[in-house]
């Protein structure tokens, strides 16, 4: 294979590492800190008993943030391919957590997909980095 094409897919996957980097920070902080799904709100506590946990805890009750301990959120990591970057979930058990407060029963919403302002932010990081790499 010539280097010229070792170097551009070198390029490409190192673009691909800092797209899911940023797309990951922003979407950690949307979910985390901002207690936002992909649009809008997640939603309220509104288990009375849960509510009461967190406030003991120290934690916020006025909207759903998906953090108690942090185990949620450190499980949702960058992963390296072949060919580039993936984000996603470092165990069965938190992928599973997600998926259930996504359910009817818990919000109904898209939470743990990138949203559109996160997507534009992920180009702009992989452009960048794709023309800076040598």
Same mark, same amino acid.
């Given at each position: 294979?010539? %280097?010229n094409r070792l170097n551009l897919k070198k390029?490409? !996957?190192n673009a691909s590492l800092a797209a899911a980097s940023t797309a990951l920070g922003s979407m950690k902080r949307r $979910?985390?800190?901002?207690g936002e799904a992909e649009e809008g709100r997640i939603g309220r /506590?509104? %288990?009375r008993s849960y509510? *009461?946990?967190r406030q003991k805890a120290g934690r916020q009750v006025d /909207? *759903?943030?998906l953090e108690f301990e942090g185990d949620l959120r450190r499980s949702i990591q960058v992963g390296a391919r072949d060919d580039g970057a993936v984000i996603g979930f470092t165990s069965v058990h938190s992928r599973r957590i997600a998926e259930y407060q996504e359910t009817e029963r818990q919000t109904g919403k898209d939470i743990f997909g990138l949203n559109e302002n996160e $997507? !534009? *932010?992920a180009r702009r990081a992989f452009l960048r980095e794709y023309r800076r790499t040598n």
């Open positions: 294979m010539p %280097s390029r490409a !996957a $979910i985390f800190n901002e /506590y509104r %288990s509510r *009461k946990k /909207y *759903k943030d $997507i !534009a *932010k």
